[in-house]
């Protein structure tokens, strides 16, 4: 079992910062790759960052327009996702995502067998 642990949640102002952390603990970490999701009022969840455990590299979702930043230690036992110029549709829980199989792409929920409990952003005046 793995456990999937984030902060750094809360209330900011739109065009404001934060840094998102996931701490993960539980069995070895030898897996394919982390991430990030989201889900929004009345919304999807819907994939926000990935990075590769092998090589650190990382891919996000077009939306962003280069706003989020994913980064990780070496071993990705912790995971962060800076969040920059925040705009109220932002906001949602995120969740953090651990994953062992390489058969689905990195965007897709299937590809993450863990899922943290997720924590709050709201972006707001």
């Known amino acids: 079992q793995v456990q999937l642990e984030e902060s750094g949640g809360g209330l900011v102002q739109p065009g404001g910062s934060l840094r998102l952390t996931c701490q993960a603990s539980?069995?070895?970490?030898?897996?394919?790759?982390m991430g990030w999701f989201r889900q929004g009022p009345g919304k999807e969840r819907e994939f926000v960052a990935g990075?590769?455990?092998?090589?650190?590299?990382?891919t996000y979702a077009d939306s962003l327009e280069g706003r989020f930043t994913i980064s990780g230690d070496d071993t990705l036992k912790t995971v962060y996702l800076q969040m920059t110029s925040l705009r109220p549709e932002d906001t949602a829980v995120y969740f953090c995502?651990?994953?062992?199989?390489?058969?689905?792409?990195?965007?897709?929920?299937?590809?993450?067998?863990?899922w943290g409990q997720g924590t709050q952003v709201t972006v707001s005046s």
């Open positions: 990075i590769f455990a092998s090589d650190k590299r990382t």
């Open positions: 995502v651990a994953g062992w199989t390489s058969l689905y792409p990195t965007w897709t929920t299937a590809a993450y067998e863990y």
């Open positions: 539980g069995r070895p970490f030898d897996r394919y790759r």
